[in-house]
C-alpha cells in the first residue's frame, strides 16, 4: 500500500512540474544586429580616477560596424587625458533598443578588459581600470566615460 501512495505521490508531484512549465513566452526579435545597431559616436566627459584624484575632459566614444552580427570596433578618444584606443568587443542585445559591449581580454587595444552600455536614450557608457608601473610602484588608473549620441 506505501508503495502505491509513494508512485501516486510521484506522479502527482511530476504532473505539477511539467505544468509549471509554459511556452507561452513571446520571443523577442530585433529589427537589426547588435553589431549594427550600436553604431554611432558618442560625445561627453571622460573621468581618469588616480588614488582620489579626479580628472575630468571632453572626448568621444565612438562604436561601428565590423564583420560579425554581435562585434563592434570601439574607439576612445580624449585628447587632453592622452586616451586614443581602438579594440574589437561583443555586443549583445539587452533588451528592445539597450546594447552592452564587453572585452575580457586584456591583450585588447585598451590593453585592459573593458564593458558598458548603449540605452535606448542615445547614451553611452564604459569603464575600464588600466595598471601603469613607475619604477618599483604600480599606479591603478580608473577610466569611465558617459555621453549622448551626436
Not at 610602484?137 to 569611465?144: D, E, L, V
Request: charged share 20%.
Amino acid at each position: 500500500m506505501k508503495k502505491v501512495r509513494y508512485i501516486t505521490m510521484a506522479v502527482i508531484a511530476l504532473g505539477c512540474l511539467l505544468a509549471a512549465c509554459s511556452g507561452d513566452e513571446e520571443e523577442i526579435t530585433f529589427d537589426q544586429t547588435a553589431g549594427e545597431g550600436i553604431v554611432g559616436e558618442y560625445i561627453g566627459e571622460w573621468i581618469q580616477a588616480l588614488d582620489g584624484d579626479t580628472t575630468r575632459a571632453q572626448g568621444t566614444l565612438s562604436f561601428s560596424k565590423i564583420e560579425g552580427d554581435y562585434l563592434t570596433q570601439v574607439t576612445a578618444v580624449c585628447p587632453d587625458l592622452k586616451i586614443d584606443l581602438t579594440s574589437k568587443a561583443n555586443v549583445s542585445h539587452t533588451n528592445a533598443d539597450n546594447y552592452a559591449f564587453v572585452n575580457n581580454s586584456p591583450g585588447n587595444g585598451f590593453e585592459a578588459s573593458f564593458f558598458g552600455r548603449v540605452s535606448s536614450e542615445n547614451k553611452a557608457n564604459i569603464q575600464y581600470t588600466k595598471s601603469v608601473k613607475s619604477g618599483r610602484f604600480t599606479k591603478t588608473f580608473n577610466f569611465s566615460f558617459s555621453g549622448t549620441k551626436k
